[in-house]
């Protein structure tokens, strides 16, 4: 799948990585419900570190669409809060 991290750019990310994944999202997504600024954080810093981990970049200049959008490292709760669905930021 393509991921884009916001203000970074993009990464091939292999369909076997999901479920890790998934696993980092929901610990974001119980983080944002329960407004846990300090979780929110070490969750999010978490998910974007694994995703550079195991991503390979696509060149700067490609215009491919993205399957799934991740904020930026800096990114507050509220933003997080607001791009997140029932399912969190990865689907599945």
Same mark, same amino acid.
């Given at each position: $799948? =393509?991921?884009?991290?916001? #203000?970074? #750019?993009?990464?091939?990310? %292999? +369909? *076997?990585?999901? !479920?890790?994944?998934?696993?980092? +999202? !929901?610990?974001? !997504?119980?983080?944002?419900? !329960?407004? %846990?600024?300090?979780?929110?954080?070490?969750?999010?810093?978490? /998910?974007? *570190?694994?995703?550079?981990?195991?991503?390979?970049?696509?060149?700067? %200049?490609?215009?491919?669409?993205?399957? /799934? =959008? /991740?904020?930026?490292? +800096?990114?507050?709760? *509220?933003?997080?809060?607001? $791009? $997140?669905? +029932?399912?969190? /930021? =990865?689907?599945?």
């Amino acid at each position: $799948m =393509i991921v884009r991290i916001l #203000g970074e #750019g993009q990464l091939s990310v %292999d +369909d *076997a990585e999901t !479920a890790a994944l998934n696993e980092l +999202d !929901a610990k974001l !997504a119980s983080a944002v419900d !329960a407004g %846990d600024e300090a979780a929110f954080r070490r969750a999010l810093n978490e /998910l974007l *570190a694994q995703v550079r981990a195991v991503g390979k970049p696509y060149p700067a %200049d490609s215009l491919e669409p993205s399957e /799934l =959008i /991740l904020p930026h490292e +800096d990114a507050s709760l *509220a933003e997080v809060r607001q $791009m $997140m669905t +029932d399912e969190g /930021l =990865i689907p599945g």
